[in-house]
């Protein structure tokens, strides 16, 4: 294994056998991390979520309902300890999921039950729901959650407290694609006014006083943002507060996998950081280092 050691991906490898949105198997999603010349991959399937009411209509049109979603997250997990063995003289393979915050009131309970019964070695922490309504599904939705906030400003407020809350709660060693309020936020004003901006230092406090990792996430290029996630005034205000960055191609097809991460290395040179911060097995634990981005 020659890998650059900063060519890590702590989120991705979503794959079709467990997730609805997803296009390859998950035998060629890590078999594609081999190609693409990672030194470690982080597999993060999604978290079920647990009520029919959260469904995707792509789940519902596929027959699929909420034990579908659970039965196939016990399988992913049960699976990858036999894959981390398979992969291990080509890759690090970790075992990971991206947790939900819904059903709200008990999200944070399910989500730890998940990390100890199934012994998974980290999560990442995401917000993909604003007080129970999707923000990076149907823009209808999104329209939804700006009426039920008060325009775009407030749900934007909002969806960084959310984040902040989750991360304290569940102290999540990655926290991924913090400004995901961009995706369809963007079309309907900015979302870096001062408020906003306000809200997201805080969060970032939250992240820094838990340790989390800050996700560079290329799917926002592939998405036409322009930028990963985050935007660089977030990245040069998380460096300059001594918070860790990492890597994440939110893989869910082969195409995807290691899609942007040299680009994302670039960017980060220019926002000023020269370090990444990776996880790597120690024994039984996962252990952060801080390797350098320039080899
Ligand atoms: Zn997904
Ligand atoms: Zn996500």
């Known amino acids: 294994m020659s890998a650059p050691r900063w060519k890590v991906s702590l989120h991705g490898g979503h794959s079709?056998?467990?997730?609805?949105?997803?296009?390859?198997?998950?035998?060629?999603?890590?078999?594609?991390?081999?190609?693409?010349?990672?030194?470690?991959?982080?597999?993060t399937e999604h978290a079920p979520r647990v009520e029919a009411r959260f469904l995707y209509?792509?789940?519902?049109?596929?027959?699929?309902?909420?034990?579908?979603?659970?039965?196939?997250?016990?399988?992913?997990?049960?699976?990858?300890?036999?894959?981390?063995?398979a992969f291990a003289d080509r890759i690090h393979l970790l075992r990971g999921f991206e947790i939900e915050v819904v059903p709200a009131a008990s999200y944070v309970q399910?989500?730890?039950?998940?990390?100890?019964?199934?012994?998974?070695?980290?999560?990442v922490g995401s917000v993909h729901y604003v007080d129970e309504i999707s923000i990076d599904g149907e823009l209808q939705e999104f329209e939804r959650a700006m009426e039920a906030c008060g325009g775009l400003e407030a749900l934007a407020v909002r969806y960084y407290q959310t984040v902040a809350q989750m991360v304290l709660a569940l102290k999540p060693?990655?926290?991924?694609?913090?400004?995901?309020?961009?995706?369809?936020?963007?079309?309907?004003?900015?979302?870096?006014?001062?408020?906003?901006?306000?809200?997201?230092?805080?969060?970032?406090?939250?992240?820094?006083?838990?340790?989390?990792?800050?996700?560079?996430?290329?799917?926002?290029?592939?998405?036409?943002?322009?930028?990963?996630?985050?935007?660089?005034?977030?990245?040069?205000?998380?460096?300059?507060?001594?918070?860790?960055?990492?890597?994440?191609?939110?893989?869910?097809r082969v195409e995807h996998v290691g899609f942007g991460i040299e680009q994302a290395r670039q960017y980060l040179l220019a926002n000023g950081v020269r370090s990444v911060t990776v996880l790597a097995r120690e024994g039984t634990d996962l252990v952060r280092q801080t390797v350098p981005l320039e080899d």
């Not at 399910?110 to 999560?123: A, D, G, Q, S, V």
């Not at 979302?191 to 990792?213: K, N, Q, S, W």
């Open 16 to 43: 079709q056998e467990y997730c609805d949105h997803a296009y390859s198997p998950l035998q060629e999603m890590l078999e594609a991390a081999v190609r693409a010349g990672y030194h470690t991959f982080g597999v």
């Open 57 to 85: 209509p792509n789940e519902v049109a596929l027959g699929w309902d909420v034990s579908t979603l659970v039965t196939r997250f016990d399988e992913y997990a049960r699976r990858l300890p036999a894959l981390v063995t």
């Open 110 to 123: 399910l989500m730890e039950e998940y990390r100890t019964r199934y012994r998974f070695e980290y999560i």
């Open 173 to 252: 060693e990655v926290v991924a694609h913090l400004d995901l309020i961009r995706l369809h936020g963007h079309r309907f004003g900015a979302v870096d006014t001062p408020a906003i901006r306000r809200a997201a230092e805080e969060t970032l406090e939250a992240i820094r006083a838990t340790g989390g990792i800050l996700e560079v996430n290329t799917a926002g290029y592939r998405k036409g943002l322009g930028e990963p996630y985050p935007a660089s005034w977030l990245v040069q205000i998380a460096n300059r507060m001594g918070i860790g960055f990492c890597f994440g191609d939110d893989s869910h």
